[in-house]
């Protein structure tokens, strides 16, 4: 069975520094795997997603996230944070074997000025 | 603009009532899914629909129903059967399979208090 974890319930940053969200997967043949971000009251948006054309995804908002088939992670990072990046993040992995999408438990981002 | 609109916002039930949360979508998306979110966990897949007049039970079906009689529409009954209500509900969306690698678009859901 497909599954993921993120590595940390709350990451904290400064405004205008890295941002590092972790996310590990485990999965029995080439994941799809998606980031999602959720602000507060909302539904969840589409970050980016990797579907096995290329190791580096590039999404919406400045976000990247890079596939390590060896190291079994899909880590979330943006070089610069932003005020309006705080929000809750989720690691999302589909189940080809059960036609679901398993979500990680979310890593909630904070950014201070 | 195309979306997924869920309504009520909020949502107030009493004991031993049933409820029902409306969800509505215009991306002309095959399939529909109900999520519930606790604080803490990630999102929990209730029932699915890939197409009209079809659904399936998700992981945490139990207290709760559905209809897809249209493509657009997916309601979810919260029922009295259903012990521990409480909590953010999340409607999606997506072409094609479940499992591919379509996103699923979401609503901005609807929150579950008990008076």
């Known amino acids: 069975a497909q599954s993921v974890t993120q590595l940390d319930s709350h990451v904290s940053v400064s405004e205008g520094t890295p941002v590092l969200l972790r996310c590990n997967y485990s999965?029995?043949?080439?994941?799809?795997l998606f980031w999602y971000v959720q602000h507060p009251n909302k539904g969840l948006q589409l970050l980016l997603k990797?579907?096995?054309?290329?190791?580096l995804v590039k999404g919406i908002n400045g976000f990247e996230a890079e596939f390590k088939k060896s190291e079994t992670s899909f880590h979330l990072t943006k070089p610069s944070a932003h005020m309006s990046d705080a929000a809750e993040y989720f690691c999302?992995?589909?189940?080809?074997?059960?036609?679901?999408?398993?979500f990680g438990t979310g890593t909630r981002l904070q950014v201070f000025p | 603009d195309g979306g997924i609109t869920q309504s009520p916002k909020y949502l107030f039930r009493k004991e031993g009532q049933n409820v029902t949360l409306s969800c509505e979508q215009n991306?002309?998306?095959?399939?529909m899914y109900w999520y519930r979110q606790d604080p803490g966990q990630g999102l929990r897949l209730i029932y699915y629909?890939?197409?009209?007049?079809?659904?399936q039970k998700g992981d945490i079906a139990e207290g709760y129903s559905v209809s897809r009689e249209k493509k657009e529409s997916f309601p979810l009954t919260v029922t009295s059967a259903q012990k521990n209500p409480t909590a953010f509900y999340l409607c999606?969306?997506?072409?094609?399979?479940?499992?591919?690698?379509?996103?699923?678009?979401f609503g901005d859901g609807t929150r579950l208090s008990i008076l």
């Open positions: 999606a969306s997506t072409r094609g399979s479940p499992y591919s690698n379509q996103p699923q678009h």
């Open positions: 999965s029995s043949y080439s994941p799809s």
């Open positions: 990797y579907t096995s054309a290329a190791t």
């Open positions: 999302v992995v589909s189940d080809r074997d059960t036609d679901k999408l398993i």
């Open positions: 991306l002309n998306h095959d399939a």
């Open positions: 629909s890939q197409i009209v007049n079809d659904f």
